[in-house]
């Protein structure tokens, strides 16, 4: 079981916006603002697409957004394209002894 | 542009230690401005970190791994690698190494996220 709580799929249809949460405590995602996500394309690596809770490291599209409420972060994905399905990863540092934390992952399916 | 590139066998025997290495180019590991990490991932499942290290040599490990993990780093050959003894089928996985962007804060290191992956090795373990 992931130490963050991820639904394990969302879809949406292109144009539409979709979210994603990343449900933790208050010892990693609720307690501080270093929450990633990542985009995995199938047999490919990870790539980081939101860092710090809300910024997008240059050259991912301002269509990828992040957001924090209490002890879930969210990215949200508007005017969705064919090449944003994958799956998606949160990640958070946390106080306790294990200093990382990922979420389980959720896979984007676009209609 | 930096690139990170793991290299290892693809096949280990349980009971034995997986190794593996992961080279860097286009940026320094000497430069102090960030931790290289491992991390890995099962067949069909989530990432898992596993640990990361310092140009300095220092290191911190995933606790659930803790008792099995070395990492280790050689600046001169900009490089930095993973020693996973006493392996069992549960740690056949893809693994990555990554470059890990840190703050300093009064509680120590804390790393905000990983920004550079390798493109991951598939190890198996199995007789």
């Known amino acids: 079981q992931s130490a963050l709580t991820q639904p394990a799929s969302v879809s949406g249809s292109p144009g539409q916006s979709i979210t994603i949460s990343c449900t933790g405590t208050?010892?990693?995602?609720?307690?501080?603002?270093?929450v990633s996500w990542y985009q995995q394309h199938p047999g490919k690596a990870p790539k980081l697409m939101i860092y710090?809770?809300?910024n997008r490291p240059s050259g991912v599209p301002d269509r990828f957004s992040g957001s924090k409420s209490g002890n879930t972060a969210s990215l949200t994905i508007s005017g969705l394209q064919a090449e944003d399905e994958a799956d998606y990863y949160c990640?958070?540092?946390?106080?306790?002894?294990?200093?990382?934390?990922f979420g389980g992952g959720t896979k984007l399916t676009v209609l | 542009q930096v690139q990170l590139q793991e290299s290892g066998p693809g096949l280990v025997k349980p009971s034995q230690t997986l190794s593996l290495t992961c080279t860097v180019s286009?940026?320094?590991?000497?430069?102090?401005?960030?931790?290289w990490s491992w991390i890995r991932q099962p067949p069909g499942k989530g990432l898992e970190w596993i640990g990361y290290?310092?140009?300095?040599?220092?290191?911190y490990y995933n606790p659930s791994l803790k008792s099995r993990v070395t990492i280790s780093v050689d600046t001169s050959k900009n490089q930095f690698s993973l020693k996973l003894s006493s392996v069992t089928a549960a740690d056949t996985a893809v693994y990555y190494c990554a470059r890990a962007q840190y703050m300093i804060t009064f509680g120590g290191v804390i790393v905000r996220d990983f920004d550079y992956w390798g493109q991951g090795t598939l190890v198996t373990v199995s007789s």
């Open positions: 290290i310092y140009y300095s040599g220092s290191t």
């Open positions: 990640s958070s540092y946390t106080s306790s002894s294990t200093l990382v934390v």
């Open positions: 286009g940026g320094s590991i000497s430069s102090g401005d960030y931790y």
């Open positions: 710090e809770v809300s």
């Open positions: 208050s010892s990693d995602v609720g307690g501080y603002n270093y």
